[in-house]
């Protein structure tokens, strides 16, 4: 069902020295690697229907309440990243992120209501940090890939679905 959306030619043909601002969230959960960004992008109604029960608590009510074009987009944003407390924090510190940021880890980030996410920023803010913005997109890229068959995953795969592999990439 997924191997159209997630082909390795899709994602062998982006071109990573093009950074996408707008999918670059403060709080160091990359866009690019978000399943609700990726299920919006190619309208795949049947991941959308798959994915929804995970996102009803952060305010999707049905498969249209998933859509996304990025954090930092003028576009559709999630509705729980349009009142996401970082990007508060980010316009009131002037700042483009939590990797600039001299209180990380914060507040906000200790008390973060989804434990998955916050493991990810804590791993991903420090990393953003040593290695820059386009080398960081480029592992971050990398590291949601099937170490088996190469597949593109997401943040909070459990499985390939391409390949039944068990993964654990968070």
């Known amino acids: 069902m997924f191997k159209d959306y997630f082909?390795?030619?899709?994602?062998?043909?982006?071109?990573?020295?093009?950074?996408k601002e707008e999918l670059l969230a403060p709080c160091g959960?990359?866009?690019?690697?978000?399943r609700?960004?990726?299920?919006h992008k190619e309208n795949?109604?049947?991941?959308?229907?798959?994915?929804?029960?995970t996102l009803q608590s952060f305010g999707a009510k049905s498969?249209?309440?998933i859509a996304c074009t990025?954090?930092?987009?003028?576009?559709?944003?999630?509705h729980f990243c349009q009142t996401c407390p970082i990007k508060d924090c980010m316009k009131n510190k002037k700042i483009e992120?939590?990797?600039?940021?001299?209180?990380?880890?914060?507040?906000?980030?200790r008390e973060w209501p989804d434990a998955l996410d916050k493991k990810v920023m804590l791993r991903a803010i420090p990393s953003w940090r040593k290695l820059g913005?386009?080398?960081w997109i480029q592992e971050e890229e990398k590291r949601y890939r099937c170490p088996n068959c190469k597949e593109q995953l997401f943040h909070g795969v459990k499985k390939c679905k391409n390949c039944n592999s068990k993964v654990d990439l968070d």
């Not at 795949?44 to 029960?53: A, R």
């Open 63 to 65: 498969v249209d309440d």
């Open 44 to 53: 795949n109604i049947e991941f959308k229907k798959e994915i929804l029960p």
């Open 70 to 78: 990025g954090c930092l987009s003028d576009g559709v944003v999630f």
């Open 133 to 135: 913005t386009e080398k």
């Open 36 to 39: 609700i960004y990726l299920a």
């Open 7 to 19: 082909s390795n030619d899709y994602w062998c043909d982006f071109n990573l020295t093009e950074t």
């Open 97 to 109: 992120g939590c990797y600039q940021c001299e209180d990380f880890p914060c507040k906000i980030i």
């Open 29 to 34: 959960l990359y866009c690019g690697v978000c």
